[in-house]
């Protein structure tokens, strides 16, 4: 109980906008990231960067009243940030290989758009939950771009058919799950 | 016959013939719950990898980006935005066990100027040293690694040689890179050669370097003002290094924010 209360008076600081209890987010959790940041090919302005910019995209999804973190503070803080150096790494990725044409894009709009993308990646974990611990074993090596045939070695399957069949039919059942769920189209109203 | 999902399944996979692509893509066009389904299925497919992450349309119109921007810029985002920078100001304010180092760093720092202050007091009246600053504020640990990027061992070797402070190899290497392989020039790039002018006192050179960084199409544009503002403190010129100063405390990246504000209070001293 004690446990929760502090969650939810560090949530609540972020809400307000009370630097004091943010602070205590910063001795909790700042040596965290930096250590995460920096052994992932990060500096430690990098891992500042980060810190600020999950800090205040979480203040702008928990205004919503109905926002709860389900897991302890600390281990869904790391999360986003973990996520958002996921984030910065694809964005550079992309602009090194002129996939994308950026602009310079206002601080503001950035933070918002990482939320968005933050709690639709939340939407879709948990849906994995909806589907068979077999669908999501195969799902994971699939998503993760192992082979037919080395899924089929590794889940004992007989062929490389089989572990398409399977992965069809698991995908399907997965799409159906967000695909039905409201808050999916919540995230595509425009 | 297929159904549109097998389709989609055989268009993900990259398994159709350019006829069959064609087909499909006309189909999609016309039939909006199929199209809605194949954009589900590619989100799945980037979501769902841990070495991926899905970036949405930086332009997109989602009421959801929307909602979290307004609050972002209004009166309540921006007290919660000070906040922050509040609390990040008085955390590191505190000692931390691994910021021991850098207090000696910096106290040797401040001994240097002083020591250089004693020498220098009779010859000039002004009581800011360029050259101090640049070489205390000179960092270049926040220089991305250059083996994050697909560059194989050229590069790798490259940053090597430049942490061994072995600058004439490492510049030498890095414009064979750039004439060979790397005709656009990636902003990384130009920061590493930029950089490894300064130290070979290669000044002019340098400036060049980071202006064409300023001009060039990347978010690393604003990062430009940073290490020109070096360029300008390591020559002594103070304005140019302020108004560069400027320029960065304005722009929208964190990047060196807070080192740039500090600096520009020593400079207006």
Not at chain 2, 169 to 180: C, G, H, I, P
Not at chain 2, 207 to 236: M, Q, R
């Amino acid at each position: 109980m004690a446990n929760q209360q502090h969650d939810d008076y560090l949530l609540q600081s972020l809400i307000t906008g009370d630097d004091k209890g943010i602070k205590e987010i910063y001795r909790k959790l700042y040596p965290k990231i930096k250590a995460y940041i920096i052994s992932h090919d990060g500096s430690e302005d990098d891992a500042k960067d980060i810190m600020q910019k999950a800090l205040l995209q979480l203040s702008a999804r928990a205004q919503d009243k109905d926002f709860r973190i389900t897991s302890s503070f600390d281990g869904y803080f790391v999360t986003i940030c973990k996520n958002l150096w996921r984030r910065a790494a694809k964005l550079s990725k992309s602009r090194v290989t002129n996939e994308v044409v950026i602009d310079l894009v206002y601080e503001e709009r950035e933070i918002a758009l990482a939320a968005y993308e933050q709690e639709k990646w939340e939407l879709f974990q948990e849906k994995l939950l909806e589907i068979s611990q077999n669908c999501r074993e195969v799902l994971a090596f699939f998503f993760n771009k192992v082979s037919y045939i080395q899924i089929a070695e590794k889940l004992g399957y007989a062929t490389e058919n089989t572990v398409r069949q399977r992965i069809f039919k698991c995908k399907s059942k997965l799409k159906e799950a967000i695909h039905s769920d409201a808050r999916y189209n919540e995230l595509k109203e425009l | 016959m297929n159904t549109i999902e097998q389709d989609i399944e055989k268009y993900l996979n990259g398994e159709m013939t350019k006829e069959e692509t064609t087909v499909f893509l006309k189909k999609i066009d016309v039939d909006p719950d199929a199209k809605r389904m194949l954009e589900l299925y590619q989100e799945m497919d980037t979501v769902y990898d841990e070495k991926n992450w899905e970036l949405i349309d930086r332009n997109t119109r989602y009421k959801k980006v929307e909602h979290y921007e307004s609050f972002l810029k209004s009166d309540s985002g921006k007290t919660v935005s000070e906040a922050i920078l509040k609390a990040e100001q008085s955390y590191f304010e505190e000692p931390h066990p691994s910021k021991i180092k850098q207090i000696f760093l910096y106290a040797g720092a401040i001994a240097a100027v002083f020591v250089a202050g004693l020498f220098l007091v009779n010859q000039f009246n002004k009581n800011v040293n360029g050259d101090q600053l640049y070489a205390e504020y000179k960092n270049w640990d926040v220089l991305p690694s250059l083996t994050l990027r697909d560059g194989g061992d050229d590069l790798t070797n490259i940053e090597k040689l430049f942490r061994d402070k072995r600058y004439e190899e490492s510049l030498a290497l890095l414009q064979k890179y750039v004439s060979e392989k790397d005709k656009e020039v990636n902003p990384q790039l130009l920061l590493y050669i930029g950089v490894t002018q300064l130290e070979l006192n290669q000044n002019e050179a340098a400036i060049g370097s980071f202006t064409k960084l300023l001009n060039s199409n990347t978010l690393d544009v604003p990062k430009a003002h940073w290490y020109l503002a070096l360029c300008y403190l390591k020559l002594n010129d103070l304005e140019k290094a302020k108004s560069e100063l400027n320029l960065l405390v304005r722009s929208n990246i964190s990047f060196q924010k807070n080192k740039a504000k500090e600096l520009l209070e020593k400079l207006d001293e």
